[in-house]
């Protein structure tokens, strides 16, 4: 038998796990799927946005693995930090994969970025997912104009939630303080800031797109801004061809130049799509954040971008920073400070430039953080292929008959299955008493009670 420990039970941990139990070569592994927290899925729990059903819909696909007969979730028990040792887990499991994901923010390193008012986008969508660790009372979404720092994905998902009016996310499982928050919001104007050019937003079309959609807000391009970028000009008929998802952005933004899409009726808020705004630093009035100062960049010509020597200020009482997010070393871990992540080859982690067998890594702390949900998969494959390589030399090491007995002989509480599905049936009552679908407990004390059988 061979027996994993998988850290994380995020998309890349689940993955992981899936990858290990299907493969055929080594036909008995035992994999443990520890998180922290005592609920599983990660980002598609605590991530994706509460609007985003048909992602939040891949939990489905996911918990048939932690379902799977050799697969048991082990929540509650934090790896790392001022948890448990990484190499007393090393202890009890022949191999052990990392999947610990890109836990903290990239900073923006510029004056006023700790003005109260100027938050990472993390806390933003920790806030709105119930994240246990989320600040309670954090926003209070008092500010009327908000500028979110960044065009990727997190960016827009923050500037759409902040755009839709509560009645749009009742459906959802966003968490009763936060609806209430949201319901009360005054922002009206959300500016959207890219350092760089539309071709090098990172957003994708269809996340772009759904900004087009919302029934209560106008969307704000300006065409001369657009026209800065030599590829936007170069969506033209006859141009040179573009990567399809550079043209199939820029002919959503070229679309809203000419002809805005058409708002609902009422629509109180604006999205305001700005480019080549490179953040200087966050401007403070009365010891809160008050707005941020730009400097104005043209194209450099390879893809990257000058300052003109002019600046542009946006005011703003509230302004998320989503500009990435960052690896955090785990200790006792090897760390590649440069990149976030932890040095491997084809997923074994690398000590000094040597394969380190037993030591896996796997998803964004394995190749940092980049890609959609799904490029997980690959990925996870990848770094069981190499543990299964491995597997006749770790089958020869010791582990521990009953891995779960030692967690608990010393003194961690793990929450298994039951636990988390007792969760779940306390979400739903939670809900229900609130007339809504299943609603998210917000706090720790809450949710470890549930776990243990207790109602919200
Ligand atoms: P991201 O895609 O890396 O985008 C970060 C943005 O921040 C870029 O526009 C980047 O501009 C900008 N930026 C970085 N440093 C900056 C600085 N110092 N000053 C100004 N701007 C700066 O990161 P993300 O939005 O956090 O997303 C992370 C990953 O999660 C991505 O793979 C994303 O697709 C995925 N995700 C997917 C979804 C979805 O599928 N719906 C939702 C959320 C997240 P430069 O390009 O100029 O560096």
Redesign the pocket.
């Given at each position: 038998m061979l027996r994993v420990a998988v850290v994380g039970s995020g998309p890349s941990g689940i993955y992981t796990a899936q990858a290990l139990v299907a493969q055929t070569l080594v036909p008995d592994v035992r994999v443990h799927v520890l998180d922290r927290l005592p609920c599983p899925y990660g980002?598609v729990r605590y991530?994706?946005?509460p609007d985003?059903e048909k992602?939040k819909s891949l939990q489905r696909s996911l918990r048939t693995v932690l379902e799977h007969e050799r697969v048991t979730f082990v929540g509650n028990v934090a790896v790392g930090g001022d948890g448990l040792p990484p190499e007393r887990l090393g202890e009890l499991y022949h191999a052990v994969v990392y999947c610990v994901g890109a836990a903290t923010d990239?900073p923006?390193?510029?004056p006023g970025e700790d003005l109260p008012g100027s938050h990472s986008?993390t806390e933003f969508v920790s806030w709105y997912s119930a994240h246990p660790d989320a600040t309670d009372g954090l926003f209070a979404l008092r500010a009327r104009s908000v500028v979110v720092?960044?065009?990727?994905?997190?960016?827009?998902?923050v500037a759409r939630i902040l755009a839709r009016g509560a009645d749009e996310l009742r459906p959802t499982d966003v968490p009763q303080p936060a609806l209430g928050v949201l319901a009360g919001s005054r922002v009206r104007e959300v500016h959207m800031?890219?350092?760089?050019g539309p071709s090098?937003?990172?957003?994708?079309t269809?996340?772009l797109r759904e900004l087009g959609g919302l029934p209560g807000a106008r969307i704000v391009v300006d065409p001369a801004e657009l026209a800065l970028d030599p590829a936007y000009a170069g969506t033209e008929p006859g141009s040179p061809p573009l990567p399809a998802l550079v043209r199939r952005n820029l002919d959503v933004l070229r679309g809203w130049a000419v002809s805005p899409p058409a708002p609902g009726p009422g629509a109180a808020r604006t999205i305001g799509l700005r480019f080549f705004l490179?953040?200087v630093e966050l401007l403070e009035r009365g010891g809160r954040v008050a707005g941020v100062r730009f400097a104005r960049t043209v194209p450099d010509g390879s893809g990257g971008?000058r300052d003109t020597g002019a600046y542009e200020d946006i005011g703003a009482g509230l302004v998320l920073r989503?500009?990435?997010?960052r690896g955090m070393p785990l200790p006792g871990l090897p760390f590649d400070a440069a990149h976030g992540t932890v040095p491997h080859r084809a997923g074994r982690v690398l000590r000094d430039g040597v394969d380190s067998p037993g030591e896996y890594v796997a998803g964004w702390i394995k190749r940092g953080?980049?890609?959609?949900?799904g490029?997980n998969r690959s990925c996870a494959k990848e770094t069981v292929a190499s543990l299964i390589e491995d597997a006749a030399v770790l089958t020869g090491r010791p582990s521990a008959a009953d891995p779960l007995a030692v967690l608990r002989s010393w003194g961690l509480r793990p929450v298994e299955w039951d636990g988390w599905l007792s969760i779940e049936r306390a979400e739903a009552a939670l809900g229900r008493s609130l007339g809504r679908g299943p609603v998210k407990i917000p706090d720790w004390p809450g949710l470890l009670d549930a776990a243990r059988g207790g109602t919200p």
């Open positions: 980002l991530g994706v946005a985003h992602i990239r923006l390193g510029i986008a720092i960044g065009v990727g994905n997190v960016a827009v998902d800031a890219g350092r760089r090098q937003a990172r957003f994708t269809k996340e490179r953040p971008v989503a500009v990435g997010y953080p980049t890609g959609v949900i490029s």
